[in-house]
């Protein structure tokens, strides 16, 4: 931000390197805790003095354990990739060095969001990201944007009739959906010092137990507002697919790998409140499966290659909240998908950025087609990201998504009713998501006359590769076909506790066998 | 003596600017800086001398004045005052240095913005009832000819209903002081105006309330309180723009300074008993002031309407009478005179440049002056209160004092930071970003180093308090305590 004039080419390098350094001590860091046994795997880190007042007494502090060291690793591992990418993708940009210290300051907000040790803290990262969010969406300040209008008609050549859009309005769309989840965010931090007289998550969760039915509900609700803002759920929602006007890099960080999964880790980290309250865990689980419906039908419309992304992931975060709203077996299948998706929708973004640097910025399908063979290396990492995304079996998405639908399952009653919304939504996303790549790579060629699609730099399509291999094999690395749910259950245990049935891969059998 | 010194240094700066012969009326605007300078060096070596942790006054000084009456000259800072103090010796040299253009009669703009500096403090630093009584209508002097012989178009209409509305309220608070006075020597026998003394004095509840309202009257307009705000925006407005920082950045303190310092500890009975209508109108003021500033076409009285609608929460803070909110309250003063300051002196740099304050003479600008549209945006921030920026501190302890005493109050106000972004950042959007439409906007110059000299600290301490904001909660919390124990003091 300082001197970014001056060293303008090299801005994205060193703002990559930060980034990579950060995850290479994440890694570090990781396998120091992995040294320590199941309860010792927390450390809290005290800092300094931020705010006292009366019996409020705010500090610093920082937390390490296996949900912040998970969240940690993504954001930072995520984040170098999508940083590599950006120097490439943003190459030409006259402001490039204020984009790259924007997405830093980003990723410093969401690590603070995820290692903090209070609430205050966290919502110092929390509005820290939503900031940055505001500033990254808004980047093109005065640049025409067309608006491709959804359920257009497929003609070859022919120009669809669009409207401008400009991006400080969607800025400002994020930023007041998100500062209406704070109010929720809030008034959950007021009622926590008011029953229990401090916001230090050691404490907070101690007592979680002994709050009333309907303190623990009230403070759930208030909590999950937050997260139908930052998350982009029913009915804060809003505001995601407007933020597609930011530069595509943005999107794939902040909109579908990291920024948006901060409210289900939210739930996750506050879990023992949400346990205190069935109610607050059922509104959970419904919006979220609402949300995850309500995602897929919209996107099945939608000729925006972003906004199919966008709406793809408003209902994929749904899914997360399902995993996480149902309590003990359900926190690592929702973190599970958490990480799944972070890959694999992180790449499709970018492939997405790809397919429009290729195609003169152009985002609407209906000027793509046949794309496969001008940019071969798009065309199968995302071939790879959409076998995970769809959830065919082995690659990340199948293991990650079939533990959510394992856990509803098992749940019982509603569960049993939400898994036939789950299983619905998974058919929709296969419907849309397929779409998306035959109207993209497949088939007829529609682009206008003049046009040379071309592949993209190296720069861009490294991070493609390594995410579209994660896409395939992180979720086979993370889990196993044995009981007791898998490697990423286990390490997070200690956090988030174990589910109490451990037959949850009795189910993944079945419904390898019953699915369509 | 060193207070005093401080008091009335700029009292003596604005003699040595009037005395400035009228020929070289440019050497006015050094004195006045040097002034205003050497004010603030005083302030910094007070409060350097200040001792942490005590709640009591320090650093103060009795003399006689009128012993019949039992009026004496006493002044002194504690937790609560000091930082009071500090902003107000922090943002007057920066007004001063806002001022460096101006062409109309520098002399004695100059004079008058140093007179009512020392009017200001005053208001502060009084600790004899009748003391704080001539120094609050004294800031209403130089305020009325700044206003009325500076301003803009209305300039006089503006100064006039700004003097009246003000006076009328003092007047009334004179009747309760003067009440109070009586009623202690009927008491004790002893003529007294000496703070100390009446508040030790025991008061039945039912004076208390007929008292509280008649001080009630002049912090009510004075700060302003819904609905007794409808001179602000005109003042705001019609004054020059460095004037209005010093009305919004320190004026607009005496009023909640008022209700902290005198009307709780004085008359806490009364003061429970308002606590009610209090709350209300503060809540009011919070949500109505921000609706209407969402409409206004000029940006100084959307700023205006701001200001009024955030210190709304400070009042908010008080009436709360817990310690949160109170030492919420008096860290938010200091916030909202750095943040609102902060967004004035922008709105005088763009007038000077541009001629005019309508949002829809902008657009774009962040293309054709970054730097400023960068510092615009940290302030802006500010204001909305983003957690690490000094207007969350302030924000959060005060709605958390307020949550404490009643919850629903403090929902209805929590409510109201969702009207602040919305106001703000559209009016951000409106002029900052966008394509740049109008050709007299495309050759506007960037911040200048007087600019950046009078920015630059602001944004420092806005960004600084807000990630350590303990230098100041500290001093403030073991005087808001007793104001505190003072609230609770049961009734005889």
């Known amino acids: 931000m300082l001197f970014g004039q001056r060293l303008r080419a090299l801005a994205g390098w060193i703002a990559t390197l930060a980034v990579a350094a950060a995850f290479v001590i994440a890694v570090a860091a990781l396998f120091e805790l992995l040294s320590h046994s199941g309860e010792e795997r927390t450390q809290v880190l005290r800092g300094y003095e931020w705010i006292t007042s009366g019996d409020l007494r705010v500090a610093f502090d920082l937390r390490w354990d296996p949900l912040s060291a998970l969240m940690a690793l993504i954001v930072t591992g995520v984040s170098s990739l999508i940083h590599l990418y950006s120097i490439g993708y943003m190459e030409h940009d006259e402001r490039r060095e204020t984009f790259f210290s924007w997405l830093n300051l980003f990723v410093a907000s969401m690590l603070v969001l995820v290692l903090a040790q209070n609430f205050l803290v966290m919502f110092l990262g929390w509005e820290g990201v939503g900031l940055c969010s505001y500033l990254l969406v808004g980047f093109w300040f005065n640049r025409r944007l067309l608006v491709v209008n959804p359920l257009g008609r497929l003609v070859p050549g022919e120009p669809d009739d669009t409207r401008e859009v400009w991006a400080p309005p969607a800025a400002k769309k994020a930023f007041l959906a998100n500062r209406i989840g704070d109010v929720g965010f809030l008034l959950a931090m007021f009622l926590i010092f008011a029953t229990t007289g401090s916001l230090d998550f050691n404490v907070v969760f101690g007592e979680a137990s002994t709050l009333a039915a309907g303190t623990a509900t009230a403070i759930a609700l208030l909590l999950f507002l937050a997260c139908t803002g930052k998350s982009a759920q029913f009915p804060l929602y809003v505001w995601l697919p407007d933020a597609m006007a930011g530069p595509t890099p943005v999107s794939a960080l902040i909109h579908a790998a990291t920024m948006v999964t901060a409210g289900v880790f939210l739930v996750a980290r506050t879990h023992t409140i949400f346990e205190a309250s069935g109610t607050a865990q059922t509104v959970v689980v419904l919006v979220g499966a609402g949300t995850a419906l309500l995602g897929a039908l919209i996107a099945i419309g939608q000729d925006d290659i972003k906004k199919i992304l966008a709406y793809s992931t408003i209902s994929q975060l749904g899914y997360m909240f399902i995993g996480v709203g149902l309590g003990p077996i359900g926190y690592a299948a929702g973190m599970f998908h958490l990480v799944t998706h972070a890959f694999f929708k992180a790449q499709l973004f970018l492939g997405a950025g790809s397919v429009m640097h290729g195609n003169d910025e152009d985002t609407d399908i209906k000027h793509f087609g046949g794309l496969r063979s001008a940019m071969p290396i798009t065309f199968w990492t995302t071939m790879a990201a959409w076998a995970a995304i769809i959830g065919v079996p082995l690659t990340a998405g199948f293991y990650s998504k079939d533990q959510v639908l394992a856990a509803l399952f098992e749940h019982g009653g509603i569960g049993r009713l939400v898994w036939v919304v789950g299983v619905l939504t998974a058919g929709l996303t296969a419907f849309y998501m397929s779409r998306y790549v035959f109207l993209t790579f497949f088939g007829e060629r529609r682009w206008p006359e003049g046009r040379h699609p071309h592949e993209s730099p190296p720069l861009m399509t490294l991070p493609l590769i390594v995410l579209a291999v994660l896409a395939l094999v992180a979720g086979f690395a993370l889990s196993t076909f044995t009981g007791e749910g898998g490697r990423l259950q286990q390490f997070l245990e200690p956090v988030l506790g174990a589910p109490e049935d451990p037959e949850g891969a009795v189910l993944i059998v079945a419904f390898l066998v019953f699915r369509p | ?492």
């Open chain 2, 1 to 492: 003596m060193l207070l005093t010194a401080t008091l009335f240094a700029p009292l003596v700066g604005a003699v040595l600017v009037a005395l400035v012969p009228a020929s070289r009326q440019e050497s006015a605007r050094l004195v006045a800086l040097v002034a205003s300078l050497a004010t603030l060096a005083l302030a910094v070596v007070l409060a350097a001398r200040f001792r942490t942790g005590e709640a009591g006054f320090q650093l103060g000084m009795t003399a006689e004045w009128v012993p019949a009456f039992g009026v004496s000259y006493r002044v002194g800072v504690d937790g609560v005052s000091l930082p009071l103090v500090l902003l107000t010796t922090v943002l007057t040299p920066l007004a001063i240095a806002g001022s460096w253009r101006m062409t109309d009669r520098p002399r004695t703009y100059l004079a008058l913005l140093l007179v009512l500096e020392t009017a200001m403090m005053g208001v502060f630093v009084s600790l004899d009832l009748f003391l704080f009584y001539i120094f609050w209508e004294a800031v209403l002097v130089p305020a009325y000819f700044l206003i009325g012989s500076f301003g803009g178009q209305r300039r006089v209409y503006a100064a006039v209903k700004f003097f009246v509305y003000t006076l009328l309220g003092g007047l009334l608070m004179l009747v309760g002081i003067i009440a109070l006075f009586w009623l202690h020597q009927k008491a004790t026998g002893t003529p007294t105006f000496d703070y100390e003394a009446l508040v030790n004095f025991q008061k039945a509840p039912s004076t208390q309330r007929w008292l509280f309202l008649a001080f009630f009257a002049a912090f009510a307009v004075k700060t302003p309180l819904w609905p007794f705000h409808t001179w602000l925006p005109d003042a705001y407005t019609e004054a020059p723009t460095t004037t209005t920082v010093l009305l919004a950045g320190v004026m607009s303190k005496l009023g909640v300074y008022g209700f902290l310092r005198f009307a709780l500890p004085l008359f806490p009975d009364g003061a429970h008993w308002a606590q009610p209508v209090l709350l209300t109108l503060a809540v009011v003021g919070i949500l109505y002031c921000a609706l209407v500033a969402t409409v206004q076409r000029d940006f100084k009285t959307l700023v205006a309407y701001s200001s009024v609608s955030h210190l709304g929460f400070i009042v908010l803070g008080i009436f709360a009478f817990n310690i949160q909110g109170l030492q919420g309250g008096v860290f938010y003063m200091v916030a909202h005179g750095l943040v609102i300051g902060g967004l004035f002196f922008i709105t005088g740099m763009l007038e000077e440049r541009r001629g005019t304050r309508r949002i829809e003479d902008f657009g774009g600008l962040q293309q054709v002056v970054p730097r400023m549209a960068a510092v615009m945006l940290v302030i802006t921030l500010g204001s909305v209160a983003l957690p690490g920026l000094v207007g969350f501190v302030g924000e959060f302890l005060t709605l958390l004092g307020a949550f404490l005493e009643n919850r629903v109050y403090a929902v209805l106000a929590t409510g109201g930071v969702i009207l602040g972004a919305v106001y703000l950042l559209w009016a951000y959007q409106r002029m900052w970003h966008g394509r740049l439409e109008r050709d007299e906007n495309r050759a506007l110059g960037d911040l200048t180093g007087r600019e950046w000299a009078i920015l630059a600290p602001l944004v420092a301490a806005i960004i600084v308090l807000g990630l350590f904001p303990r230098p100041v909660l500290e001093r403030v919390e073991p005087s808001a305590r007793r104001v505190v124990e003072q609230t609770q003091a049961p009734s005889p």
